[in-house]
């Protein structure tokens, strides 16, 4: 247990630097990793688009993560508080960062249940009924019960996790399943990488070619770079609240964002391949690509195999997806809870019960949009309210947090408080490049993809 800065409130924190390294890496290794970043690697030309997302991360996305965790260790608050922390005209910043969680959570447990539902499916129904080039996703997705029961399950799991507490429950999972997670993933590619024809869809996936480059592929880079890294939407903050001083931001940063963007790899080494394998050419697999390509084309590529062993690998994939999506929803509930927490003081038990209800309620409004409600098409005939919530998260909201947050930071509390933060505990040999990417690089960046990409679709 630590004090809290202002408060002097106790709170709950990390039992060690390994224990917080590894709970970031689990809250940034998720669906983002496994099932968006692979789908917009084929969408966007491969490997411009893997070069482009590199860099974002090496540059903006260390930096950002470094800066939220510095602030959630100075002020020993969640988002909210962190920033209310320096002058309550500041509280709407927090209270934005805090919305996205709230938009994400419960599509976000969506996906894991499609996701629970296929690990399970390779057991009970076999690999050639998933295999049947979309039927099964799109009858399963609008069913009216069957959506909503697995949805159920993956929640379930998750508040059990959640209501075990900060080191008996997510520590402990992350320990076991993170592990789990790389063996499978180096295992699942390799193997898709002797499927035969699927060296060259690695080549599309690793070769750049730059006459694909698109100010339209920016903000996807962009807007996949903060949901993966779980950046510009406090949590973050909140899990840098839970870090000792002794313990150094800067080289667990790195490490963070380094094993996040190995996994985004090693995930489209798998997928990209396999795509390519199933629909035979760059322009197919760019058509195609969307968020059921995990769903639809994957499945159709394991079933090539002979029976019994794309039982195996289905399942096997679809289990590692599922432990990649446990973790980061735990995380995202984890930071509801203590937003909730913080803003109404009460206890902890209680706020996880009106996380839970909200979750649960909303999650059955967004995934009705498949079914029931499926007359709602908020972004354009075929899309869905799922669809409209990762827009208006990813694309519209995080990079006007992520704005936001930097300008605040760089000109307003002026960086000095978080760089003595991080001196705190190691040295700090990238400052200046760090002050001038919060101050300058960033915001202009960010504001000027946003103007060009977003303003126009809104707009109409
Ligand atoms: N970063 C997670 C992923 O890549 C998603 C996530 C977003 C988790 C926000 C926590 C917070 O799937």
Known sequence: MMQNAKTGAQRASWSGKW???LAAAASAVGLGNLWRFPYLAAKYGGGVFLLTYLVLVLTFGVSMVLLETALGRRTRLSVIGAFRFFGAKFTFIGVLGAAVPFIITPYYCIIGGWVTKYAVGYIANGPAALADGGDFFTGFISSNVESYLWMFVFMAAVFIVVSLGVQKGIEKANLIMMPALIIMAIGIALFTL?????????????????????????????????YSLSIAMGIMITYGSYMRKEDSLTSSVTRIAGFDFGVSFLA???IVPAAFVALGSAEAVAGNAGPS??????????????PSFATVVGFLFFLLVLFAALTSAVSLTEALVSIVCDGTRLSRGKSLTITIVFIVIVGVVVNAGYNSLSFIEPLGAGSSLLDFMDFISNSVLMPIMAILTCVFVGWIIKPKPLVDEIEISSEFKAEKAWVAMIKYIAPILIAAILITNVLPFIIG
């Open 19 to 21: 224990a917080f390294i």
């Open 293 to 306: 390509l995990m769903f639809i084309i994957l499945p159709q590529v394991f079933n090539t195999l002979d």
């Open 194 to 226: 002797t499927l035969p024809g699927a060296l060259d869809g690695a080549a599309y996936y690793i070769v750049p070619d730059f006459s694909k480059f698109s100010p339209e592929l920016v903000i996807n880079a962009l807007g996949q770079m903060f």
């Open 268 to 270: 489209g080494l798998m």
